[in-house]
């Protein structure tokens, strides 16, 4: 992967660079998938805190909850949800009829 970075501040508006930059090749930032790119660009509109921020920690978050929505837990989760919604309807359509009385 090439990246290439340019930037170019305007000293008559803003004497600092709010935005920032992230550029994570394949296998290098934690993602599930050791094929995936990350790539980040952070306008700091009202200051640098925020666009600091997310250069340090959004690609962490992103990879962490790839990993979490592919593992067995978020998936053992989600057939829980699923059994739960289930029941619930069955629930209703029987006092629907009258049966759950």
Do not use: C
Request: net charge negative; no cysteine; glycine share 10%.
């Amino acid at each position: 992967m090439i990246v290439s970075i340019a930037e170019e501040m305007n000293p008559t508006r803003r004497n600092t660079m709010e935005d920032v930059h992230a550029a994570h090749p394949p296998g290098s930032w934690g993602a599930p998938n050791d094929r995936a790119t990350f790539l980040g660009v952070y306008d700091g509109h009202g200051g640098r805190l925020i666009a600091d921020y997310l250069e340090e920690h959004l690609d962490d978050n992103v990879a962490m909850e790839w990993a979490y929505a592919e593992s067995e837990q978020r998936k053992k989760q989600g057939e829980m949800m699923n059994d739960d919604g289930q029941q619930q309807q069955q629930q209703s359509k029987k006092r629907r009829l009258g049966e759950g009385r």
